[in-house]
């Protein structure tokens, strides 16, 4: 997957100082992934992939000295971007309870831990939701914070690099009870004449009637 770390490794014996080249385009062109030579013996070297896409991807190995190729990839190898989705939460789901617990559930690949964040204000503002999970449990419970929203929303972070890999769309959250006492049912109430609405609530602070 693009923007990852990788350990390169190599069954190559010897003392020469080498360098490792890596090449997009099936050995057309190559780039030195180690600014300074290594022992060869050394048998790995930890690498970042490019922010690109390939699936003809190559590893060699170069004597610093000569110039000389050493050793290559037996086989060409791709770099794709990671992908993931979230399932739950949903932009078509029923409104959420503030306070409830629940499930975040998600499809992913290429990529290894991840948490999640929770914005209530169409992503202004994020906060953590979660402990570091590995992506292939494809779901993990979650605290519903005590909001009312509208455009709340659920992102995907890629612990690795922390970059943001998936997102939901705005989704809605309600918070607090509020229940009216009366008019009371069958109540009856006369024309033109004042009566008083009364109710009990929690967690609620503003409301229109």
Known sequence: SQGRKQNITWNT?????VFIEFSPDKGITWQKIN???????????????????SSNCLMRIIDSETGYEVDRSDAVFSIMPAFAQII????????????????????????????????PDAGTTWTSVSSTVNSNEISSGWMLPKVTTKTAQIRMIDTENGREIAKTGFFKILTGNFTFKSPAAKEKLLAKKDTRVRWTSSDVSEFDM
């Not at 014996?13 to 100082?17: E, I, L, P, Q, V």
């Not at 078509?92 to 290429?110: E, M, N």
Request: charged fraction near 25%.
């Open 35 to 53: 600014s300074t030579a290594i022992n060869v013996n050394t048998k790995t070297i930890e690498w970042t992939t490019p922010e690109y896409s």
């Open 88 to 119: 739950r939460p949903s932009s078509a789901d029923p409104v959420y309870t503030g306070g409830k617990s629940d499930f975040i559930r998600w499809s992913a690949q290429g990529l290894d831990k991840v948490r999640f964040e929770f914005s």
């Open 13 to 17: 014996n010897g003392d020469a100082m």
